[in-house]
């Protein structure tokens, strides 16, 4: 395992496997953690140098904040450097709001993003779900959900991941659960948390303009309705794909589609 230190003293504890084209992990941090994606890592370290790293307040790295997007692009983009640069990002959930800042303004270490959400409407920012009917929309439930994350954040934590991913059996919803707990700092993910609800990375996303891949699932409890032609208009050179089963659950088509970026077609002689 490697680290990077950044200004203020933190350690950024990162990991490669593999060789070939650099693809950077970035995880759900909110209330995840980079093994759950390890049939994905698995299958792309065939061919490709994968990385994964464990943001601040989380993991083996150092557990102090600032807990914010902006302070979470730079750790990203000094572990991308210290990588080598010239990454393709697979981005869960936050890790797009992360990514995609790095991405906008520095192609030469993040040149593609494929974001991967349980819904299409997870791509939007909150001013863009104001006045629908997606439960995510109402500031009652968010504030419930933030409730609960300060006094109950095992509950929290599993109400998220259950309906991010109903497939999952009462097992490894629990075993996801109690990991989740022991990876992530409590401090960390209540506070950003609380900073993701407002952030609006839509300027951004859209300076991406083809680079950008968004793979969803279709539907997602917090998102019921999917709103997936708005995700179209808002990033209107973007790719957008439902995955049948969702993303996560689909490996082998997530490494497919990475391939395509990393790997694109030769130019005909």
């Not at 019921?224 to 050179?237: I, M, R």
Request: charged share 25%.
């Amino acid at each position: 395992m490697h680290a990077v230190e950044r200004p203020d003293g933190v350690k950024i504890r990162w990991e490669e496997r593999g060789s070939g084209p650099l693809v950077v992990i970035v995880h759900q941090i909110l209330w995840s953690y980079p093994q759950v994606y390890a049939e994905l890592i698995g299958d792309l370290t065939r061919d490709h140098r994968v990385v994964t790293y464990d943001a601040r307040g989380c993991g083996a790295s150092t557990r102090v904040g600032p807990y914010d997007a902006e302070t979470d692009a730079g750790d990203l983009l000094a572990v991308v450097e210290a990588a080598g640069g010239a990454a393709v990002a697979v981005a869960v959930g936050y890790g797009f709001n992360v990514a995609v800042r790095v991405a906008a303004v520095r192609p030469d270490a993040i040149s593609d993003v494929l974001c991967l959400q349980p819904a299409a409407a997870a791509m939007l920012p909150r001013s863009e779900l104001r006045g629908t009917d997606v439960i995510a929309a109402s500031d009652s439930v968010l504030e419930m959900l933030l409730q609960m994350m300060s006094t109950d954040p095992r509950a929290a934590i599993r109400t998220l991941l259950a309906a991010a991913n109903p497939e999952l059996d009462e097992e490894t919803l629990r075993e996801r659960v109690a990991h989740a707990r022991e990876y992530v700092s409590h401090e960390s993910t209540l506070a950003r948390t609380r900073a993701s609800m407002e952030d609006d990375t839509s300027a951004q996303a859209r300076a991406l303009g083809g680079r950008l891949r968004i793979l969803h699932g279709g539907r997602e409890q917090m998102y019921e309705g999917a709103l997936v032609s708005h995700v179209a208009e808002l990033y209107p050179e973007a790719h957008v794909e439902e995955l049948s089963g969702g993303p996560i659950s689909r490996p082998d088509l997530m490494a497919e589609r990475v391939r395509r970026v990393s790997r694109p077609p030769a130019s005909a002689p």
